[in-house]
């Protein structure tokens, strides 16, 4: 990343304790080192987001395809893609069909029973 040798460090070091003092040397130091780590973090998040969106857009663009084509003959990478797409929709709606006191998965499954008159 940065090419500097451990004479360069010694420099550094001297001149910082030189300008900054005993006391406030240690200070500086950990207060540059969270700056870093905080860089550090902000770039992987933007890098982990990135990429998660390119995977999104990939897979959008790879489901307008098997739309185009029809479902029909479709390579293996667009099945593949399709099938992910799936995957996540069920995933999505998964915590949703059997929520406990929810009505909604109990009268799918079940058709509702109509009164006979008994005339």
């Known amino acids: 990343m940065f090419d500097i040798g451990f004479w360069e460090l010694i420099v550094i070091s001297v001149v910082g304790l030189l300008v ?17 780590k905080t860089v550090r973090d902000t770039a992987n998040a933007v890098k982990t987001e990135l990429a998660q969106e390119l995977k999104m857009e990939e ?26 797409l799936k995957e996540a929709a069920a995933s999505v709606n998964r915590p949703y069909e059997n929520k406990p006191g929810s009505q909604a998965a109990s009268d799918d499954a079940t058709p509702p029973k109509e009164p006979q008159d008994k005339s």
């Open 20 to 36: 900054l003092g005993p006391e406030r040397l240690p200070v500086a130091i950990r207060t540059v080192s969270r700056l870093f």
């Open 59 to 84: 897979l959008h663009r790879d489901l307008k395809k098997a739309e185009q084509l029809g479902m029909k003959d479709l390579s293996p990478e667009l099945k593949q893609s399709v099938d992910q």
